[in-house]
Structure formats: C-alpha cells, structure tokens
C-alpha cells in the first residue's frame, strides 16, 4: 500500500497570507489527524476527522481550520499568516474507526512551511 | 492531566553500547495506549510499537525491547547493540481511550540519540 502523502513539500509564504496543505491518507484509512511540530513546542495535536467531521481539536486558534471530502483525503488551512505558524506540518492517517481499539497512526512526510 | 515526559533530552553512545530511552506517563484514564516512534533526520515519523494498558508483557522485536510498567508510568525503550543508523529522534506518545480524545496522540519532548562509530 502506499504511504501517507503530503503536498506540497515545502512552502515559502508571507505574514497576513493564508496556506492550504493536502494530505492523502493510506488507503481504507478514514481517520486523519494533523500536528504542528516546531523546536519549542514539540508535536502539537490541530485536529481530527473521520468520515468528513471534525472529532476533535486541539488548543489552537481559529485561524486553523480543516476538512475531510469524501474520499478520505484531508486540507488544513492557516489564514493570516503569523511569524509562529512557521513550523512543520504533519498528517497522520489510522484504522481507527468508533468503538475498535485504537490502533497506531502512520505519519506522512510533512509540509514545512516558512512564514517571512 | 494527560503527559508525556521525557527527561532524557540527548544521548550519545558508541556504536554497539546499549541505550536506554525513558518515557513516563500521565493519565487518569484506565485505558490507554502507548507508542514509540522514530523520526529519523529526513522528518518523517515511523512508528515502533503500541502496547495497550492492560497487556504489561515486555516486547522484543530484534534489537529492539520494550519495558512497560504500569506500577511507575513508564514505557522505557532499549536499543541493544547500536548501530549509526539507529540516530535520530525518539518519540513517546499517549493515546487515551476515550470520546474526547479521538485520533490525538499526546507526545513527549522526544529524546535525541546520537550514535558515533
């Protein structure tokens, strides 16, 4: 099967822009789970979807947001670009479905993104 | 409070030494899980292992060994033997079973080993 894929790779935006990254979880996954991991911060928890909903989120702010579409394949987005934001992003995809043991995330290759 | 710490910031050792990675937990839930992952310098975070708290049996999986002891919160990892390409940065992480705790791992500090040959 094939790994968890992240686009884009890299990304270069200014402050005040927005971003939108795109992960593809491995396949029969429906639970997609983003981090942010920065040097200071470590690996945070955003957010998690299953089946198109959001189940869960971490404490950031709303500038934050994310999707899942049908196919599993999940979007965050960053509006007004803060310095802080600058960071690794990484999405993680899982087996885990309601009601079964939860079961390890397989963690794609990130989007490091460089806010200027 | 649901944590992960990792005292143990960096290590270095010699190729073929031992080394032991520590990781201790906090949390009130009754079922949990717990991984380790390694995330070498290329980024990307590979998964080791997941225990679950009702099964304390130790793991061994080739140079690889796990401790987990319920009775001090602790999850420790052995590499035995290093080898150079065992560098790179290890992670601890905490999945509690529970509605509001869905698809969130909760991760350690990460300890960073570095092995010279």
């Known amino acids: 099967k094939a790994g968890v894929t992240q686009t884009p790779r890299y990304l270069i935006k200014t402050r005040g822009q927005q971003v939108t990254l795109s992960c593809s979880p491995i396949s029969g996954h429906r639970s997609v789970s983003w981090y942010q991991q920065t040097p200071g911060q470590g690996l945070q928890f955003l957010f998690e979807y299953f089946s198109e909903t959001q189940r869960n989120k971490g404490n950031f702010p709303g500038r934050f947001s994310g999707r899942q579409f049908s196919n599993s394949r999940s979007e965050m987005n960053v509006s007004t670009l803060e310095l802080g934001d600058s960071a690794l992003y990484l999405c993680?995809?899982?087996?885990?479905?309601?009601?079964?043991?939860?079961?390890?995330?397989?963690f794609g290759p990130g989007t490091r993104l460089t806010v200027t | 409070a649901q944590k992960v710490t990792q005292a143990q910031t960096e290590i270095s050792v010699v190729e073929k030494e031992d080394v032991t990675l520590d990781c201790v937990y906090e949390?009130?839930?009754?079922?949990?899980?717990l991984f380790w992952y390694k995330q070498p310098p290329s980024g990307e975070l590979v998964f080791l292992i997941r225990?679950?708290?009702?099964?304390?049996q130790n793991e061994i999986s080739g140079r690889y060994s796990w401790n987990f002891q319920k009775s001090t919160s602790s999850f420790n990892f052995t590499i035995t033997a290093s080898q150079v390409v065992d560098s790179a940065v290890y992670f601890c992480a905490l999945s509690p079973h529970g509605s509001g705790n869905t698809g969130k791992l909760i991760f350690g500090q990460g300890t960073t080993l570095q092995v010279k040959p």
């Open positions: 949390t009130r839930d009754t079922t949990y899980y």
């Open positions: 993680a995809s899982t087996i885990t479905e309601p009601g079964t043991p939860i079961y390890e995330q397989y």
């Open positions: 225990r679950n708290s009702f099964d304390e």
